[in-house]
C-alpha cells in the first residue's frame, strides 16, 4: 500500500472494493495494528498505531471475517463472544472475583456461647459445659441416606431421629459442619472411633452444651433449649444458626432467645487444592 489516506465521517459506512491481492486485508490489519508496514508509518485521528497504539484503538472497532483463534465463527458470533467475554471480566468482575475468593477461602462459623442465667442473688440456673458431639460436612459425605443409617446401626442414633438430622442438614450450607448428636458418651466416642473409617465427612467436635447446675429448681421458669426443627426453621434467620444446632424452646430460654443466643463469630479457612 503506498499514499493511503481515508477519511470516514460520523455515520458514514466505507467498504473497500477490489480483487483480490489488492490490499484490502492487508489496509485493516495495518489499521488494527496487526500488520507492521514494511515502511512508512499508519496514523488513525493523527495518532501513529505503532507509536500509540492504545490511543489510536480507542477510536477504532474491529470484527473480523475470520479470527484465527475461532474459524468457524461469524461475525456476529465473534461479536457476541467478545461482548459475553466483556460481561464476564470486566462488568461482573468484583462479582466473580468474590466467587473465586469463597472457593479458595471457606468461612466457617465459630457459634457464640449462649448466655448465664443467674437469679437475683448471683446464682448460676443456665451455663454451658464442654460436650462432645457428632457433626456431618453435607459435601463431604458421598451417600447422606446411608451414613445416617450406618450411624443408626453402630447405635449413636435413633432411627426415629433420622428424617430430623436429614432436615437439619440439607437447611444447610453444603460446606457447614452440622450437628446430629449431642451429649456424647464415652462409649459413644469409642464405637465411633473403631468404625470412623466409614463415615467420611463425619467427625467429634467439642462444642459448648447447656447446662442447668441446680437441676429441677424453677425449671417451669427456666424451660429449656432443643433440637431446631423444621417449625423453628421456618420463622428463624438460618445464617444467624450456623454451626449450632439448638434453641431455646419454652420459658426464659425461649422467650430471651436472642440475647441468650448471641451473635456468631467466624473463621476463614483457606483450602489448598492439589
Not at 65 to 89: I, K, T
Not at 106 to 133: M, S, T, V
Not at 144 to 163: M, S
Request: with cysteine.
Amino acid at each position: 500500500m503506498d499514499d493511503l489516506s481515508i477519511e470516514v465521517r460520523p455515520g458514514e459506512v466505507l467498504g473497500l472494493v477490489g480483487p483480490n491481492g489488492a490490499g484490502k486485508t492487508t489496509t485493516v490489519r495495518m489499521l488494527c495494528g496487526l500488520l507492521e508496514p514494511s515502511s512508512g508509518e499508519v496514523r488513525i485521528a493523527g495518532r501513529s498505531v505503532s507509536g500509540d497504539p492504545l490511543e489510536a484503538r480507542r477510536s477504532l472497532g474491529y470484527v473480523p471475517d475470520g479470527a484465527p483463534l475461532y474459524p468457524n465463527l461469524s461475525p456476529r458470533q465473534h461479536l457476541l463472544l467478545v461482548g459475553r467475554l466483556v460481561w464476564l471480566q470486566v462488568v461482573r468482575y468484583d462479582y466473580y472475583t468474590d466467587l473465586s475468593q469463597g472457593n479458595r477461602v471457606r468461612i466457617e462459623p465459630l457459634p457464640a456461647p449462649r448466655g448465664i442465667i443467674y437469679d437475683r442473688q448471683g446464682l448460676i440456673l443456665a451455663e454451658n459445659q464442654p460436650a462432645y458431639q457428632l457433626e456431618l460436612v453435607p459435601e463431604q459425605v458421598p451417600d447422606l441416606d446411608a451414613t445416617l443409617q450406618g450411624l443408626v446401626r453402630i447405635g449413636l442414633l435413633n432411627a426415629d431421629d433420622v428424617d430430623d438430622a436429614k432436615r437439619t442438614v440439607r437447611s444447610r450450607r453444603p460446606f457447614d459442619s452440622v450437628p446430629i448428636r449431642l451429649h456424647l458418651s464415652e462409649s459413644d466416642m469409642a464405637a465411633f472411633g473403631v468404625n470412623r473409617f466409614e463415615f467420611p465427612g463425619v467427625d467429634i467436635r467439642t462444642r459448648l452444651a447447656r447446662s442447668y447446675p441446680q437441676g429441677e429448681t424453677a425449671v417451669h421458669a427456666l424451660g429449656y433449649v432443643g433440637t431446631v426443627s423444621a417449625t423453628d426453621l421456618a420463622r428463624i434467620d438460618r445464617e444467624a444458626y450456623a454451626g449450632t444446632s439448638t434453641i431455646g424452646k419454652v420459658g426464659i430460654e425461649a422467650a430471651y432467645e436472642d440475647p441468650l443466643r448471641g451473635r456468631n463469630g467466624s473463621r476463614e479457612i483457606k483450602i489448598r487444592y492439589p
